[in-house]
């Protein structure tokens, strides 16, 4: 029996046809006083793992690197159609790298590029198994220039453990690839109860969790002792279906912004021991953060994601 994973659909708080933001989050993060120093990012590949892309999207199209579809939609047999149904995949996708070019809105490393690998159907349903071959795919991916990932996004999970995910994690991290994923959204407000999702409690993933505009955690937001730091939840602006552009509320906003930040924070790090890159993106985002003393580290983890 395959351990199913599901997208739950998410409400459109607005939307947006046409128009030219920075989001305030890019600054409540710190990101804009790196991108001299990193260069926007460019150099870095980021494999969002998700339900696909608008992959003609204005602020998207020159960021990505290239797609591959794990689901059923399609045709299964031209796994290179990885188009996006839900909107959920390119939202993601735009936190992470909509491109500065004075339309549309910004994502946190405008010039890192994006490989797109689907694993969320249409109906917003995939499975652990089509999970790990995407991990695995990422890990082994070349790209036309020799480029390699270095960062895992998943803004997915199930409440369910699986070892033979837990393995391919594994893997991924040995190689020097850092994975990210979202909490999840079955938190009640109380950081004494406990919620779980998978891949996120996974010690070797980087769990991130929601706050919200006012800097307090997101009631939705899963509490757990595995928690590592919280990102901006509520209100995210980024793309969308359509060529738009949407705000959207969920852990599965604030773990694109770890992976962004990641994406800046790699070019900064010594890469020497490519293995330990995981580990020095980690130190450089616990040595930056902001620690939100008030609340349980359940709740906040190590604190709200700072760059500098």
């Known amino acids: ?97 909509a ?14 590029k994006l490989l797109l690998l689907k694993v969320i159907n249409h109906q917003g349903r995939g499975s652990f198994e089509n999970l790990i071959k995407a991990i695995i795919y990422a890990v082994d991916w070349i790209g036309p220039n020799g480029e390699k990932v270095n960062i895992i996004n998943m803004s997915l999970g199930s409440p369910e453990p699986h070892e ?55 009631k939705f937001s899963n509490t757990n002792v595995n928690l590592d730091f919280v990102g901006p939840g509520e209100n995210i602006l980024s793309t969308h279906l359509n060529s738009n552009y949407v705000e959207l509320t969920g852990t599965s906003m604030a773990a694109p912004f770890v992976a962004g930040a990641a994406a800046l924070i790699i070019k900064i790090i010594n890469r020497t021991e490519s293995r330990l890159i995981p580990m020095y993106v980690y130190d450089y985002l616990l040595s930056h953060v902001l620690p939100l003393e008030n609340f349980s580290i359940n709740h906040i983890g190590n604190g709200f994601i700072q760059l500098k």
Do not use: C
């Not at 994502?107 to 890192?112: E, I």
């Not at 690839?177 to 409690?201: H, K, Q, R």
């Open 164 to 218: 033979e995910l837990h393995k391919a994690i594994k893997y991924a991290r040995s190689k020097g690839i850092l994975l990210v994923a979202a909490a999840g959204n079955e938190g009640d407000g109380e950081s004494e109860t406990i919620e779980i999702s998978y891949p996120g409690f996974y010690k070797e993933v980087i769990q991130v969790g929601s706050i919200s505009e006012a800097e307090t955690p997101s």
């Open 99 to 112: 491109v500065d070019n004075g339309r549309g809105i910004t994502g946190v490393a405008p010039k890192s």
């Open 1 to 97: 029996m395959k351990t199913e994973i599901i997208l739950k659909p998410v409400k459109i708080v607005k939307l947006f046809k046409v128009l030219n933001v920075v989001p305030d989050n890019l600054d409540k993060i710190r990101a804009r006083e790196l991108w001299d120093e990193t260069d926007q990012g460019s150099g870095s590949v980021v494999a969002v793992l998700d339900s696909g892309v608008q992959f003609d999207h204005p602020s998207l199209k020159e960021n990505i690197i290239d797609g591959y579809n794990f689901t059923d939609d399609d045709d299964e047999s031209n796994p290179t159609i990885y188009k996006d149904y839900l909107g959920h995949g390119t939202h993601v996708s735009g936190i992470i790298a």
